[in-house]
C-alpha cells in the first residue's frame, strides 16, 4: 500500500509528471522566445530565463484585490495546473508503458486539456477587474469556438484508427498519411494554438489592449503559477497530436527519437504561425472556427467514414 502510494507520487511530481514535463516545458518556452526573437532580428533570452522569471515570481508578494472571490482567486491557478500535470502525467505514462492504458483514456484526455481554460476564466472573472473580465469573456467565447472542431478532429482519429477510444493503440497508426487524417490534423493544431494562446489566438490576453487581460491581477506565486501552467501545456498539448495523429513513440530507441524529432516539429510550426500571423479579433476567431473548420471537419469525417466503409486507407 504505501509502496504503491510513494510510486504514485513519484509519477506524478517527478518523472514523468511535474519535475520533468516542467523541466521540459521551460526549455519549450525558452525556444519559443529565442525564435521569436530571432524572427524579429533580436538576441533573445539566455537559457535559463524562462525558470528564472518563476523564481523571481516566487519570492514577490501575492496582491489579491480587495473585491475579488478570494477562494476561487486563488484556487484557479492550481485547478489549472492540476488539470494540466494529470494529462501530461497520463500521455508520458502511455508513451513509455502502453499496457497502463485504460477504455476511454482519449475522453478523460479531452476533458483535461479544457481544465485549464475553465480556470483561466474562473480566475479573471473572479478578480473584480474589467480587463480580466473582457479577457474572460473572449476566452469563454474562444473555448466555445475551437473545442467542436477538435473534437469533430478526433472524430476523424478515432474512424482512422477503428473505433477505439484509448490513446496507446490509436498511437500504433498515423492518421496524417490519409486526406482526412490531414485536414484533422491542419485543424487540431490550430485548436491547439488556440489553447496554448498564442497568436493569431492570443485574444484573452492581448496585452497591447488589455494588459494581460484575464490574468492581469495575479502577481507573485499564482501568476508564477499560470506561467508554470503555460510551460507545461507547451509540452502536454503538441505530445497529444503526436500520439493522436504522429504515429506516437513506438517501443525502440530509434522510434522514440523519430517521436522526439516529431515534437520538435510541432513546437517549430507552432512558433511559424505565431510569427507571421497577426492577433485577429473575437469575432473572426469565433467564424474561423464554427465555419471553416467545422466545414471542413464534416469534409474530413465525410473522407475518414467512405474510406473506412470501402477499405479506402489514404483517404
Excluded at 500500500?1 to 514535463?21: H, K, Q, S, W, Y
Excluded at 503538441?238 to 517521436?259: C, E, K, N, R, S
Aim: glycine share 8%; with cysteine; hydrophobic share 60%.
Amino acid at each position: 500500500m504505501i509502496d504503491d502510494v510513494a510510486e504514485n507520487l513519484f509519477r506524478i511530481l517527478i518523472f514523468p509528471g511535474l519535475f520533468f514535463t516542467l523541466a521540459l516545458g521551460l526549455f519549450a518556452s525558452w525556444l519559443v522566445r529565442k525564435v521569436s526573437a530571432l524572427v524579429q532580428y533580436r538576441v533573445g533570452p539566455p537559457l535559463l530565463q524562462p525558470a528564472w522569471d518563476i523564481v523571481k515570481l516566487m519570492g514577490k508578494e501575492v496582491l489579491i484585490p480587495s473585491e475579488a472571490q478570494k477562494t476561487v482567486f486563488i484556487c484557479a491557478p492550481l485547478v489549472g495546473m492540476a488539470g494540466v500535470l494529470l494529462l501530461s502525467t497520463m500521455l508520458w505514462r502511455i508513451a513509455i508503458r502502453p499496457s497502463d492504458v485504460f477504455v476511454g483514456d482519449l475522453i478523460v484526455a479531452v476533458y483535461l486539456m479544457v481544465l485549464p481554460s475553465l480556470a483561466l476564466i474562473l480566475g479573471g472573472s473572479s478578480s473584480a477587474s474589467p480587463h480580466a473580465a473582457v479577457g474572460s469573456s473572449r476566452e469563454m467565447k474562444l473555448v466555445l469556438g475551437y473545442e467542436l472542431p477538435l473534437v469533430l478532429a478526433l472524430i476523424v482519429v478515432i474512424i482512422k484508427s477503428g473505433g477505439v477510444l484509448n490513446l496507446a493503440a490509436i498511437s500504433q497508426s498515423a492518421p496524417i498519411a490519409s486526406v482526412s487524417g490531414f485536414l484533422a490534423f491542419v485543424a487540431a493544431l490550430l485548436c491547439v494554438q488556440a489553447k496554448l494562446g498564442f497568436a493569431p489566438f492570443d485574444i484573452a490576453e492581448s496585452e497591447t489592449e488589455l494588459a494581460g487581460g484575464v490574468i492581469i491581477e495575479y502577481s507573485g506565486v499564482l501568476l508564477a503559477i499560470w506561467k508554470i501552467m503555460q510551460a507545461m501545456m507547451l509540452v502536454a498539448l503538441p505530445l497529444f497530436l503526436v500520439m493522436t495523429f504522429l504515429g506516437g513513440f513506438g517501443a525502440t530507441a530509434g522510434t522514440w527519437i523519430w517521436g522526439i524529432v516529431k515534437y520538435v516539429i510541432l513546437v517549430v510550426l507552432v512558433i511559424l504561425i505565431k510569427n507571421t500571423n497577426p492577433r485577429v479579433r473575437i469575432d473572426q476567431a469565433m467564424r474561423f472556427f464554427w465555419v471553416y473548420c467545422t466545414v471542413l471537419m464534416a469534409l474530413a469525417i465525410l473522407l475518414a467514414s467512405v474510406g473506412h466503409r470501402y477499405g479506402l486507407a489514404w483517404l
